[in-house]
């Protein structure tokens, strides 16, 4: 089985977002140690140290993967997903409220929240496995025809 160019690109990304997820963290975790064992300047040694700190939090927080290219290409589907969660905790909120309180306007609410669930299933439903670039062009395409 032969390895696309494109696939040796997204799994040297992917591989070098790992190494700098746990490479970062332990690098810091070396630098600090190092400083506080074999520096003795005190200036020079809490620099150091803050240097090692930052490498740390660098890597915990995943700040380094925003220097890297989005290998993602399916947005569309990411923020009907992200949108989807958000109506789930939307749909819990009012569960509880009509469960304290069982109103018109508390159902009401509920059975609409449902409701943009469903038309959030059926957007997504429509973007699944679809590209960026596939979506851009059947757009191109639908605004060509006016529809």
């Known amino acids: 089985m032969w390895i696309t160019t494109h696939e040796a690109k997204r799994s040297f990304w992917r591989t070098l977002r790992t190494v700098m997820h746990t490479g970062l963290p332990l690098v810091g975790v070396c630098v600090t140690l190092a400083a506080t064992l074999f520096i003795e300047a005190p200036h020079t040694r809490v620099g150091i140290v803050v240097f090692g700190l930052l490498l740390i939090e660098t890597g915990v927080w995943k700040l380094a993967h925003q220097l890297l290219p989005d290998e993602r290409q399916f947005h569309a589907l990411r923020i009907e997903g992200d949108q989807f969660l958000h109506l789930l905790r939307h749909l ?40 960026d670039a596939e979506l851009a062009q059947a757009q191109e395409i639908s605004s060509a025809w006016g529809c």
């Open 92 to 131: 819990h909120e009012t569960a509880l409220a009509l469960k304290d309180d069982d109103t018109p306007a508390h159902r009401r609410a509920f059975e609409d929240v449902q409701n943009m669930m469903h038309q959030a299933i059926a957007r997504m439903a429509e973007v699944a496995g679809k590209t």
